[in-house]
């Protein structure tokens, strides 16, 4: 998928005048953050951190042991019957399904929720080649149905309403207009069911790889992960390199540790294991399984100082809890990834300049670290990606100058305190209650009034007081 | 949280290190922390040499810039036995920044380390170093407070229940909840002009809150978080406005403190 | 050199990130419990059961269970159901036959009941450990509206970790030998729609866990 993360200002923008998109937003957001809360500290608070570090150990383990956790998983799966590829990029992601879709003779595809198809743009690819592709979870239905891309990576359509909803399914489905989310369901479920039975390939996404026992593992609510991983004789899956862990038991805190971060769940209603292709004399499941292990600049995060980033397990708690997200959706971020770990992992996979608002996009308040449950720095990241950009002299010159200047002055207590006070006799000049067309102030002046320069500055006083002691004391 | 431990600061003269906002700002924030702490018997010194940590700079990415500010900071500070500053943000930039903007300098990088173990945030001085959290104070008239919880000091220095602490115990003060004290006020910094829509809306938000609240005094304990707030407040005409928590504590002082 | 090298290579050559860092401990579980204690651990997984919207039939003889069964089933005459080898419940495939009701061929995607076994119950979460196999397709608990799951009272484990440590009692082989397990939490939902909480997306919109509580042995 194309990124428009640099459109960022614009859109955010746009997205702080549309009142329906900020009550759908706050709406959600707010009861995932609350369920988030209950579920994760169900056992109290001291449990729930504990848990929080007992997630990043295991995710820290996996990403100090990649290479060889790789190589055991690809051993593992192979030995299980499934076939592992490997793609370095997002080319590669599609020439491999391209390929499988053809030596099968696939004519239709159902998909269940992969980010990384996203990322590398599939579903276009597919259609290309023409085959159909049917997205089958329900907000990936949805936004399929309305042409547009994720707003948020757990809970994808949290940006329509209801109505919208209705509107969409009467108007490309034929839908009875109801106001009734379940029998809206209900009519998804039905129109799916037909694509469920007849595909010839499912593809899906991977939550988890168990490198120990060659275990691709998903985490679905709907059912429709099971359904594309079941009854098509094909089965492909999407996993980013990342997404190994080591063992049966950090499988088992992470696959618990998810659902609660992610929506208040203690378990996914489908926590699914596929441990190969169907077994003989088994009477259904996929006859080939496809595991490709996906790069697509993975690697290339691996070798900076960035790399704790890789292991997010993808919750979304930190967009949930952050207001800059609340206050614009996800859209506004521009690539398949919004909030905290958008504004991080765009500019690392995609275009650092492309991408150069989103690290900005941010006014570090530190509530994505707080609720991420694998303890990722966050704010440190964005602010390492702040000093990247200038470092890559990617920050407009205007700024550049202003902060040199700024900094020449600040480093002097002298020159500090006469532009103060220049700044103090200058104020009187400036009309307060309204917009000034002062560059930067500007948009301050906007809304707010500014702060009024002391007539004297604290040092001032003090040296006042000083010297006044010295003389009481003379005296 | 984890942090080193700290040599406790009592007993210790104290050096002011007072930030630049309120310096030029918010005085009155500075003076009343010189008050306090002399009401309490400690001995404060200001060296004036001081300026701006930094911040500002460093949180857009200019460490560059920033070093040099860091840097005056360690030589004018350096055989301070304790430094106590009345804002969280710049307690934040000189404890958890100062080692890592000198990494790759080991003798500046030992240096950072061996001032931040030795620097207060205000409220975490009077509560935790000093181990004081009622300082003898009473307002003359009852009032109602709310307290924002600013987010560097929160999430940083896990600050707030020392502000707490210490307002509660205030004669005549009374302290009721406000709702999302915790939710960023929007200022951010640099934030606050680099995307001033995004900053004017959480701020919004921050307000709509202040107003359907029963305090007319808010108090917190960053003059940045304060001077945001503020600013949105006079803008709209409402009638709540922001202090500094040191301010409102010196207000409890005995008359005579009060003007020194 | 191959995608597959390239990757790994690049892996290899940088810098390895946590490479101190101590392994998290295994023994914590998530939800902890007491694991001794069987009567509560019973009641905990009917309680989470039902928090889920699982329906749970607690029986104490075939016969009882039999009967609810069928009362799940009625009025269908078709049902998908496993081989009754996998279903710890004696004369299930007698009670089935004499209220006349057939077994559909296995890929019959029109049935509205589904009737399956069980590996384990989680007491926890209120959840079924569901393995395939032969004579245990995986469509019977996927595509009827209406899932069964026969358990038995002793099949419960505290919870997760519980079952994890008793699968690699028993050697990883065997669970890496079912192509596909799944841990079933109640029916299959979604609040994809304005946050609204629906039951019965594609899988399953109600889960009836027959437990049997009794001694017989099938």
Redesign the interface.
Known sequence: MRSEAGRFVTAARQALTDTPLQDAVKRATDTAARKRDLAMFADGRDHGEALRQQAAAARHRALSQLPALLEQAEERLTANGATVLWATDDAEVCRHVQAIAARHNVQRVTKSKSMISEEVGLNDALIAAGIDVLETDLGEFIIQLAEEPPSHIVTPVIHKSKDAIRDLFVEKLGMPPTDDAQTMARFAREHLRAAFLSAEMGISGGNFIIAETGTLCLVTNEGNGRMVTTLPRVHVALVGIEKVVATLEDYALLTQVLPRSATGQALAVYTHMINGPRRPGENDGPEALYVILVDNGRSAIYETEYAEVLGCIRCGACMNACPIYEATGGHAYGWVYPGPIGAVITPLLTDLKEASPLPHASSLCGKCREVCPVDIDLPRMLLDLRRDLVNAGHTPPPWTVGIRAWSAVARSPRAFNAAARAAHIAQHALPQGRKLPLGPLGGWTASRNLPKVAAQPFRAWWAAREKARDRDEQS | MDFPPRPSPIDQPVALYVTCLVDYLSPEVGIAVVRLLEHLGITVTFPAAQTCCGQPAYNGGYQHEARPLAERFLDVFHDAPVIVCPSGSCTTMIRHEYPRLFANDPARAEQARAIAARTWEFTEYLVDGLGRTDLGLRLRAPQTFALHDSCHGLRHLGLGRQARALLGAVENATVVPLEDHDECCGFGGLFSVKMPDLSAALLSKKIAHIRAGEAPTIVTGDVSCMMHMNGGLARQGASQRVRHIAAVLADGLPEGMRHA | M???D???R??????????D??????H?P???LDTGNRAALIERFIA?AEALSSAIHRCASPDEAHAAILRVIAPDERVLCWDFAHIPLPGLDAALDRAGIAVAP??D?SARVGITGADAALA??G?LVIS????K???VS?LPLVHIAVVRVDQIVPH??AW?AA??AAG?DA??????????????????????L?L?????GALHIVLLDSEAQP
């Open positions: 191959s995608s597959r390239a990757i790994l690049k892996l290899r050559a940088a810098q390895t990130p946590f490479a860092a101590p392994p998290p401990d295994p914590l998530v939800v902890p989470q296995p890929g995607a926890a979460t959840s395939s196999g032969p004579g397709a995986r469509q996927l997760m970790e994890i699968l690699r990883t669970f890496a030998a079912a192509s596909s397990t799944v841990i079933v939490s109640g029916p299959s939902r979604t609040a994809d729609i304005a946050m609204e629906i019965g997306m594609h899988g399953p």
